[in-house]
């Protein structure tokens, strides 16, 4: 198997992995540690940042700054690793440049002598791990024709023999992460926590210990195998075979801070464990780096993530080495070894600063930032947000957020650049608090470098206030006569009806739940429930009434057990996942939003190969259009409006928009092409069962065909179809009651009605 290819089952496989299993904190301010302010863990702040900076803070000096070494020739993100030997050499590892020692602190690299090639053909290398005294461990998967995953543990001692332990224990359960501490000790985890010690001797592995979780990473002090992990740093004693007492101020670190962020099984880790000089440890995640003594009562912070390579969402963390100078070497999934070191004569803080909020967090923003970061390293990119990605558990209530948004940008307080993302952009530009972005516009438009019709989406009269930085496109996908007679809800709700007729036993549209039938009905019809600032009730009147003949079509084939598996998602499917669903022969039309061409138009494109499907923009009540997303805009009162408009400019260009893997699709041309560009071999998959039998369904890029027709409905989408985020709310409230039966259409619109009124005349 391809490294190209091998890179796609490492995909497919931790996919599978996550199906299969389903106090304040007193940080430094300063680069050096000097001083120290204590910090809490503020809700909607970048991963436990502060969210505000005192005078002191900003005018302090001394900060650790980056710098980057290019990896070995030929390396490749797939197993790699790195560790600093006994010998003070560095060493490296990869399946491709193999086994590399650096004498410079990686400035030059020459091939271990030790070392012989250990990697099998075949499957792939999910992690691996050098010991101080050179041994290697690494963790080898493989797929079966029968797509069963087999997990072998393959060591190299420091003779460079090679050795091997099958990596399945007794009940079944499978070792998927390795750690060597020498050539005789070394240890793996289980997805399900348990962890294990390798008997290199008998060829078996052995049971130490189990955990509540799978640590994210393992690591040795002395005789201590210190395991990270979401709920801190469990400790075990090697040699006294027992459990240590934890360390409460790491714990709540973790609890506070890494958020369920951790469990990474894709070779890379959301945190690291570094243990340092005495009883020092080093703590690494994407709020940056850490410093703590054991037991104490200190976790002082000497990089901070937002303004380093910690905090870039594109860079998964493999390895970290602290050298005797001091200073640290990063290694990531990218393409350079990044150094850091400390320099007294820069500011601790940039002074200048840009402010970035959005309502919900946003990991487009956060590679945007990571990107503006490196170009801007004298600016400070600060992004706030009220809500962690999907989950608004939130005391504070989206009008709430919304309010103290809109005292801070009268009152010239507020971020410097907001993504609009579910808010009522029109509030914002008709009020004036939004700058005009028609320059940056007309310079794309006149460049071709976007989607016109798209990008163009907020143009008014007296200018353009938001400009979307990405896409996504309603489709209706199915049989070709059942698409082709959808022309808006009553002919939907028609289709549907036919279809159960034909049908009598399972879903037809995907929606498992009145929740999940309203939201995948409302993606675009909303956009025609108000007139001005007035609601439309006759619209919304005739919504709910086709939404509740489509809801018990749907409803009368579904069983108890689908119900179970599927009614608790609370967010509307994406297209990919209704495909996936399709292949199960659960769906027989499907209307939802795509926005990835690999994880939404390549399960499309299986069905429409071995199913004959079609797909076309889905019509709503207005028509046809596309939704938009990463909706950018610059505060008219920012004083920091060069630097604001910057930013915009580069979410909007090709080299940021190539790059981005959230949500959308790229609304500059450029980087949309790029999408079908494939290098090779990708296979994505997931799997469920149902009823006893297993299902499983397994895509990869979609077809040039597709790919074509995707960028033809792009260009042909004519309107928006966003709604307005509070009235979509208030209709899901009372309209689950609807399709229910514990309300009539007629007094849930007037319970809508009533409870947007303060919120429309606004």
């Not at 091997?164 to 050539?183: C, H, M, Q, T, W």
């Amino acid at each position: 198997m391809d490294r190209k290819k091998r890179n796609g089952w490492k995909r497919l496989t931790a996919l599978l992995l996550c199906i299969l299993y389903g106090s304040a904190i007193i940080l430094s301010t300063t680069g050096c540690g000097r001083t120290a302010a204590e910090i809490p863990s503020a809700e909607g702040t970048e991963e436990g940042s502060s969210t505000e900076e005192t005078e002191s803070s900003v005018a302090a000096m001394g900060r650790y700054m980056e710098s980057a070494t290019p990896l070995p020739e030929g390396a490749d993100s797939e197993g790699r690793t790195m560790t600093m030997l006994s010998d003070n050499r560095l060493a490296y590892f990869d399946v491709e440049a193999g086994l590399v020692l650096s004498e410079d602190e990686g400035k030059s690299w020459s091939p271990a002598e030790t070392y012989s090639n250990i990697v099998p053909r075949d499957g792939f290398v999910n992690n691996s791990s050098i010991a101080p005294d050179g041994s290697l461990i690494l963790c080898h998967v493989q797929s079966l024709p029968n797509q069963e995953l087999v997990y072998n543990i393959i060591g190299m001692d420091t003779a460079g023999n090679k050795r091997e332990v099958p990596g399945r224990l007794e009940d079944g359960d499978y070792i998927n992460k390795v750690f060597a501490k020498s050539e005789t000790e070394c240890f793996g985890s289980t997805v399900s926590g348990k962890i294990c010690s390798i008997d290199w001797e008998n060829g078996k592995v052995n049971l130490l210990f189990t955990l509540s979780e799978q640590p994210e990473m393992m690591a040795f002090a002395g005789t201590q195998l210190l395991c990270l992990g979401n709920s801190g740093v469990a400790i075990y004693d090697t040699e006294q075979g027992s459990m240590l007492e934890r360390d409460t101020v790491l714990d709540d670190y973790c609890k506070n801070n890494l958020k369920g962020r951790l469990n990474n099984t894709s070779g890379s880790y959301g945190g690291i464990v570094l243990p340092g000089e005495e009883d020092t440890l080093y703590i690494a995640d994407s709020s940056g780096l850490y410093r703590h003594v054991s037991n104490g009562s200190v976790m002082e912070q000497l990089v901070e993530g937002s303004f380093s390579s910690f905090g870039d969402p594109m860079l998964g963390m493999c390895a970290l080495v602290r050298l005797e100078s001091g200073e640290f070497l990063l290694l990531t999934t990218g393409e350079d070894l990044i150094r850091f070191t400390y320099d007294p004569n820069e500011p601790t803080v940039p002074e200048k600063q840009l402010k970035i909020y959005s309502l919900e967090e946003n990991f487009s923003i956060k590679q945007a930032m990571a990107l503006f970061q490196k170009q801007n390293p004298d600016v400070y990119v600060k992004y706030e947000y009220t809500y962690d990605f999907m989950e608004k558990d939130s005391s504070m209530t989206v009008t709430d957020a919304l309010k103290n948004l809109n005292v801070e940008l009268l009152g010239g307080t507020g971020p410097d650049v907001i993504l609009l993302d579910g808010m009522d952009a029109s509030v914002y530009s008709g009020k004036g608090m939004l700058a005009d972005l028609s320059p940056v516009l007309k310079e794309l438009v006149d460049q071709q470098a976007v989607f016109e019709n798209i990008a163009s989406a907020f143009k008014q009269e007296n200018g353009t206030f938001v400009i979307p930085a990405s896409f996504g496109l309603p489709l209706l996908f199915g049989r070709q006569e059942d698409v082709e007679a959808v022309k808006d809800m009553d002919s939907l709700a028609a289709v549907v009806e036919k279809l159960r007729q034909e049908n009598p036993e399972g879903s037809i549209t995907g929606a498992f739940s009145a929740r999940q039938e309203l939201l995948q009905l409302m993606e675009v019809n909303s956009v025609g429930w108000l007139d001005g600032r007035e609601l439309d009730t006759q619209a919304v009147s005739n919504f709910l009434n086709q939404a509740l003949r489509i809801y018990k079509a749907d409803m009368q084939g579904v069983g108890k057990e689908e119900l179970e598996i599927w009614g608790e998602t609370e967010r509307a499917w994406n297209l990919g996942s209704l495909a996936s669903l399709t292949a199960g022969d659960m769906i027989k039309i499907m209307a939802g939003t795509a926005d990835n061409m690999l994880m939404d138009m390549g399960a499309v494109s299986k069905v429409v190969e071995e199913q004959g499907y079609v797909f076309d923009l889905w019509p709503g009540e207005e028509g046809t259009g596309y939704l938009p997303m990463d909706k950018l805009a610059v505060s008219a009162s920012s004083t920091q409006q060069e630097q604001a408009v910057n930013f915009v400019k580069l979410m909007l260009g090709e080299e940021y928009q190539k790059m981005n893997t959230g949500s959308g699709f790229p609304v500059n041309r450029a980087a949309f092409d790029s999408q079908d560009e494939t290098d090779g071999e990708m296979s994505m998959g997931t799997g469920w069962k149902i009823g006893g039998k297993d299902m499983q369904f397994s895509y990869g890029y979609p077809t040039e065909a597709v790919a074509t027709r995707v960028k033809e409905l792009a260009q042909n989408a004519e309107i928006s179809l966003e709604g307005n985020v509070v009235l979509e709310e208030a209709v899901v409230e009372f309209g689950v009651q609807v399709l229910t039966g514990s309300m009539s259409v007629e007094q849930a619109v007037k319970e809508i009605q009533q409870k947007t009124a303060i919120y429309l005349s606004e």
